[in-house]
Each structure stands twice: as structure tokens, then as C-alpha cells.
């Protein structure tokens, strides 16, 4: 229901731009987010995205990250700007009914590393 793409590995200091688009099967979205796990970690939130466009991000993340969303096509993304090596993770897209109903994706590795 939730499909993330745009991982892979990249060099640090570099860039990469993650997907994810919610199917028609999940209705009333309100908000969507990234999470990420890094290995032997939580998960923990990266940022999220109101449907309104009210943005919230991981202090570790301000200033290089950007969400943004698509509401017609139910798609947000996550530009990843200046990556260090422990931005390394399983990135997770996340989704909020306005019901309170969460949806979670399958995950996209990213690899930040020389």
C-alpha cells in the first residue's frame, strides 16, 4: 500500500532523493513521513508532512533534509542533501489516516559511505 524507491549508496557529502506513493486503498491520508533504522538502532523519525504542508523534522536532519508532498498523487519525497555516514539506515515511508490508522512501507536502504 505504501511503495518507496530512491535508495542506494552514495558518497559523502552527496545527495539522493527518496519516493514514496500511497495507494488508493488507504483512504483519508492526513499525514506521511520518513522514518529511518540505522543497524542496532530504533527507528526514529526523520520528518513529516501535514496534507496542509506543515512540515516537523529530526533536529539531525534540519537544514539538509526536505519533505515534500504530492497530494494528487499521493506521493511523498525526501531530499537528502550533504549526507554524512550516519545517515546510513533502512529508510521507512510512513502514512496517518486522519482516523489515527498508520501504514508503513517497506523500506528503502540507504548507504552513505566512500
Known amino acids: 500500500q505504501l511503495q518507496a524507491s530512491g535508495g542506494g549508496l552514495v558518497q559523502p557529502g552527496g545527495s539522493l532523493r527518496l519516493s514514496c506513493t500511497a495507494s488508493?486503498?488507504?483512504?483519508?491520508?492526513?499525514?506521511m513521513g520518513w522514518y529511518r533504522q540505522a543497524p542496532g538502532k530504533q527507528r526514529e523519525l526523520v520528518a513529516t508532512?501535514?496534507?496542509?504542508?506543515?512540515?516537523n523534522y529530526a533536529a539531525s536532519v534540519k537544514g539538509r533534509f526536505t519533505i515534500s508532498r504530492d497530494n494528487a498523487k499521493n506521493t511523498v519525497y525526501l531530499q537528502m542533501n550533504t549526507l554524512a555516514p550516519e545517515d546510513t539506515a533502512v529508510y521507512y515511508c510512513?502514512?496517518?489516516?486522519?482516523?489515527?490508522?498508520?501504514?508503513w512501507g517497506q523500506g528503502t536502504k540507504v548507504t552513505v559511505s566512500s
Open positions: 510512513n502514512a496517518l489516516t486522519y482516523g489515527g490508522y498508520g501504514y
Open positions: 508532512i501535514t496534507r496542509r504542508g506543515t512540515t
Open positions: 488508493g486503498s488507504i483512504p483519508g491520508i492526513n499525514a
